[in-house]
């Protein structure tokens, strides 16, 4: 269960008071009234997924059933199922904390990414993911190959949107990288997003009816800029120009679990600034992630916010792992910290107030 689980048990809870009441009597849409019944619902959902491992481990006529049992809540929603490939929408029922009522492209149709390139970003072809993800409704995306897919410039999505890439395997590269902006119910699943760098200065698409001009973008590997509902698992970053992933300016209701990070500097970035007040009902969820090779900073920097980072594996920053600043609440449970042999960089948690 969580408590045996947990070998580094750390509570970093800020107070809220200095900044008055203006703080407490903003809300963000979607942001949650409670944000501690949240978290009490991660750890029964961890609890009861590890209790269910234990119990059923024990049992002869349960043993090909325990087998795909891990404990991990998330992967025992779907992972048990044989009929996983025909039930894939199943996954929108599986998301934990914050981000868990993202519901991607559920109960819409499925588009199959047929074509890997992505050479006009005001008039895409049918059948490239640029097309996918800027339609109106509700889509579940899947890639029927392995796939690389080399973007001209930022992919804008429109909301309600599941990228699966399970079964296949998709990297995404190049210019700007994956954009959420002003958007809601967006899944991203199992796509290998790396080598993203600035782009801009043109026009792109964000819908059927509306392209407009971008401006340079700081080469996020995901931007999420003034959305809600969103959910990103069982996806690698790395090497991309700023930060991996980037949640600011309002966004709230976000899950960032079972990802992989590696070989960055300015890892993962939530809240705009200490003096922006809104992302003061930022809402996220870091669970199950592995902070791997080759990181610097930032796993993650919080500015303001409510963030819950839980049951992660951080391993050898080069100047610290968890960082806050602008009051925010960091509730830091059931971690581990492997610190890296650099004496000058062993900081765990760096802190302004």
């Known amino acids: 269960m969580l408590r045996r689980s947990c070998i580094v048990l750390i509570s970093l809870l800020c107070s809220f008071a ?3 009441k203006a703080v407490l009597n903003l809300t963000l849409p979607g942001q949650h009234p409670n944000p501690q019944a949240v978290v009490q619902e991660v750890h029964w959902k961890v609890n009861a997924s590890m209790t269910r491992r234990e119990m059923l481990q024990v049992s002869e006529k349960d043993q090909d059933y325990s087998s795909c049992l891990t404990g991990n809540p998330i992967d025992d929603c779907w992972k048990c199922d044989p009929e996983w490939p025909n039930n894939r929408q199943r996954l929108a029922d599986c998301g ?4 868990q009522y993202a519901l991607g492209g559920k ?3 499925f588009y199959i990414v047929t074509d890997s390139s992505d050479d006009d970003p005001v008039n895409p072809r049918p059948g490239t ?7 109106v409704e509700p889509l579940w995306i899947v890639f029927p190959s392995n796939m690389l897919i080399k973007l001209s410039q930022e992919l804008i999505f429109n909301s309600f949107k599941t990228l699966d890439g399970r079964g296949a395997n998709v990297h995404i590269v190049g210019g700007g990288c994956i954009t959420l902006q002003y958007i809601s119910n967006v899944i991203i699943h199992n796509i290998h997003i790396h080598h993203c760098h600035p782009s801009g200065e043109t026009n792109v698409r964000s ?3 509306h392209f407009g001009w971008r401006t340079k973008s700081d080469g996020d590997g995901i931007s999420i800029f003034g959305s809600k509902d969103i959910w990103i698992d069982h ?8 930060g991996l992933i980037d949640a600011v300016m309002g966004s709230t209701g976000i899950t960032i679990s079972n990802n992989y990070f590696s070989h960055h500097d300015e890892v993962m970035l939530l809240g705009h600034s200490d003096d922006y007040l809104p992302d003061s009902g930022m809402q996220v969820t870091i669970a199950f992630n592995h ?5 610097v900073q930032r796993m993650p920097r919080c500015r303001r916010g409510y963030i819950h980072v839980v049951n992660n594996d951080f391993t050898q920053w080069e100047m610290y792992a968890i960082g806050g600043s602008g009051n925010p609440t960091i509730n830091s449970q ?3 910290y492997t610190a890296p042999s650099d004496h000058n960089a062993k900081q765990l948690n760096e802190l302004n107030r």
Do not use: M, W
């Open 235 to 242: 996806c690698s970053l790395s090497h991309c120009k700023d």
């Open 96 to 99: 934990i904390g914050f981000g």
């Open 107 to 109: 109960n819409g149709d």
């Open 334 to 336: 059931g971690n581990r």
């Open 18 to 20: 200095p900044l008055g």
């Open 129 to 135: 993911l640029r097309y996918a993800v800027i339609q």
């Open 207 to 209: 819908s059927p009816t």
């Open 291 to 295: 902070f791997g090779e080759k990181l």
